[in-house]
């Protein structure tokens, strides 16, 4: 296993259109994390499942967001009717975890640049 | 409410000069998980320790150790006779129990040669 997968690695689109972000976390990793990091800032929380029960989604989130994780492996994020506010990098990570004790790993994320 | 404070928002230092990162959380609980990711120009957040609340031996990897200090909600992080490798951004984060990471804002270091 290589790691946690992201993909794209880079995405352009135009104000309105819809996008959609694919992570393939390490196997046998039961958490998935997303997050949204800007320039300059730490990563910010957006959702995690655990298996494929989506367990928290940030209340900063608005509901243009939304993600899935179907049969508890690859999970996908969706932003719909982008804005130029969503230019960001998206991360995603995943831990082998019940209790939160172990260590993240992060993909290389993608980055959103909306036009 | 759970926080992780970076008060450093950037450092430059002579490249052998050793330099410290701190840390300062916040947390009710008293089980909790503390972390150290380099996030390189690459930009993958590459992990680098984590500490459990209940453990407040400091630890030595290589050039990097870390003290963690639960009386004053500390866990800062020291690169010895640092080299340009080291350049890069670092985070602390916390995690309680079953819940997600909260990150800091990150402190960016320059180490010049």
């Known amino acids: 296993d290589t790691g946690v997968s992201q993909d794209p690695r880079h995405k352009i689109t135009k104000r309105g259109q819809n996008v959609t972000f694919r992570c393939d976390p390490i196997s046998e990793h039961n958490r998935l994390y997303w997050y949204r990091q800007t320039l300059g800032q730490g990563p910010e929380f957006l959702t995690y499942f655990q298996n494929e029960a989506q367990l928290e989604k940030s209340r900063l989130l608005s509901d243009r967001f939304s993600a899935e994780r179907p049969k508890g492996s690859f999970s996908t994020l969706e932003i719909q009717r982008t804005e130029q506010g969503d230019s960001a990098m998206y991360l995603c990570?995943?831990?082998?975890?019940?209790?939160?004790?172990?260590?993240?790993?992060f993909g290389q994320g993608t980055r959103l640049t909306v036009v | 409410a759970q926080k992780v404070t970076q008060a450093q928002t950037e450092i430059s230092v002579v490249e052998k000069e050793d330099v410290t990162l701190d840390c300062v959380y916040e947390?009710?609980?008293?089980?909790?998980?503390l972390f150290w990711y380099k996030q390189p120009p690459s930009g993958e957040l590459v992990f680098l320790i984590r500490?459990?609340?209940?453990?407040?031996q400091n630890e030595i990897s290589g050039r990097y150790s870390w003290n963690f200090q639960k009386s004053t909600s500390s866990f800062n992080f020291t690169i010895t006779a640092s080299q340009v490798v080291d350049s890069a951004v670092y985070f602390c984060a916390l995690i309680r129990g079953d819940d997600k990471i909260i990150f800091g804002k990150g402190t960016r270091l320059h180490i010049l040669p």
């Open positions: 990570a995943s831990s082998l975890t019940a209790t939160g004790n172990t260590e993240a790993f």
């Open positions: 947390t009710r609980d008293t089980t909790y998980y």
């Open positions: 500490r459990n609340s209940f453990d407040e």
